[in-house]
């Protein structure tokens, strides 16, 4: 790497793991009513709120 060429990151490893991790959560809540019952899916919103 010189000098005339800098790289830039956007974002740091526990940046993207932490994006990841939101998005994979707010997956689970879109398909949790299809498998689950409504108190497991009242219980799993609680703690967003």
Known sequence: MSAASPVIER???ASRIAAIA???I????A???QFLSAGAVDRMTALFI
């Open 11 to 13: 974002g740091t490893a």
């Open 26 to 29: 707010i997956a689970l809540l």
């Open 22 to 24: 939101v998005a994979l």
């Open 31 to 33: 398909i949790a009513p």
